[in-house]
């Protein structure tokens, strides 16, 4: 059997927590949503991605990749039209993980990151977002870090 924890914080530059984390080791099913900073209802629609995303695949009579990535599309348009009819806007990343006997199966979207840790870390995923900063210099060696990433992409945006 699986055991979780899950920890969420909410750094040194936001006053609350827009974090929603779903765990059930029972099944296997493990999910991250980090609601967007900035915009009104960031907390409540990764509250309702992780809900809907866990409805949905818990609902089918097995979890696989298609299953999973239908149940994000199917938990994005639900989140979109409610955000449209409230006319607020929200959005959240989104990252899940089915884990069984013998498979690990993931869907993803926006800036969070996902590892899989052995005896060397390893990210499973790219993220969705545009990292804007300076050109590198011309100078070889001084390279610019970037100074803010926005997302490109989320549920519910």
């Known amino acids: ?32 949503a980090d609601g967007m900073g900035g915009l009104e209802r960031g907390k409540e629609v990764s509250a309702a991605a992780a809900e809907l995303f866990a409805t949905c695949c818990l609902g089918k009579p097995y979890i696989d990749s298609g299953q999973m990535v239908d ?7 639900q989140l979109y039209e409610e955000t449209h009819i409230r006319q607020s806007e929200g959005g959240t990343t989104f990252t899940a993980v089915y884990i069984n006997n013998s498979s690990c199966k993931y869907v993803h979207i926006g ?21 804007l900063s300076p050109r590198n210099s011309k100078e070889e060696g001084q390279v610019h870090k970037p100074r803010n990433n926005f997302a490109i992409s989320s549920p519910g945006h």
């Open 111 to 131: 800036d969070s990151r996902l590892y899989h840790f052995e005896a060397v870390r390893n990210r499973l995923q790219q993220k969705h977002s545009i990292i």
């Open 1 to 32: 059997m699986l055991e979780a924890i899950g920890v969420s914080e909410c750094g040194p530059i936001r006053s609350s927590n827009e974090d929603s984390i779903y765990l059930n080791p029972e099944v296997g099913l493990f999910i991250v």
């Open 71 to 77: 149940c994000l599309e199917k938990t994005n348009y």
